[in-house]
């Protein structure tokens, strides 16, 4: 496995593991339904960024 596909799937681990601990720990509260939306772009963006920095550098 190349470096930058592993820090993509690292990266994608990483964020997948803090929406899922949010979504445990403010389950139930007002805070929930904001806050999924607001994890899930922040994690897709890091990715798209990851993923053009990956393509740039071939």
Known sequence: MKAWDAA???????WAGTIVAAALLLAGTDCFGPLIPI??????????VLAGARSAGE
Not at 42 to 48: D, F, P, Q, S
Request: aromatic share 0%; proline share 0%.
């Open 8 to 14: 993509i799937l690292g990266t994608a681990i990483i």
């Open 39 to 48: 994890l899930g772009g922040g994690a897709a963006g890091n990715l798209i």
